[in-house]
């Protein structure tokens, strides 16, 4: 059953540094950490979903339960509004805790 998250958090700097300055880092602890890859990549958010792997029924699986990541970055005063919200299941329901967030936003 997958699990359900939205975390609201923040880090300086504009919504389109911020973004420059995450994605690498988003793209791959999702990759590590859950398996997902990004599906696509907006001005103002990224999106991700499950990787095709091996055995493939498991992966067709993620999808169609929904399994999914999206990250917005939004202008708040003096900094960026970074929403994160999603599906998850399995190993990667790690990723649903705000401690992993903060911890991502932290290193980057």
Same mark, same amino acid.
Do not use: C
């Given at each position: ?14 919504? &389109? ?58 202008? &708040?005063?003096?900094? &960026? ?28």
């Amino acid at each position: 059953m997958a699990r359900s998250f939205s975390h609201d958090l923040s880090v300086s700097g504009s919504p &389109t540094d911020a973004q420059a300055r995450l994605r690498g880092v988003l793209i791959e602890r999702l990759r590590r950490s859950a398996k997902m890859r990004l599906a696509s990549e907006q001005p103002n958010a990224l999106a991700f979903r499950p990787r095709w792997s091996w055995p493939l029924a498991f992966a067709l699986y993620r999808m169609i339960s929904g399994e999914a990541v999206n990250v917005r970055f939004s202008a &708040t005063d003096g900094g &960026t509004r970074v929403a994160v919200s999603g599906r998850v299941a399995g190993n990667a329901e790690a990723i649903a805790d705000q401690e992993f967030w903060a911890e991502l936003l932290a290193a980057a």
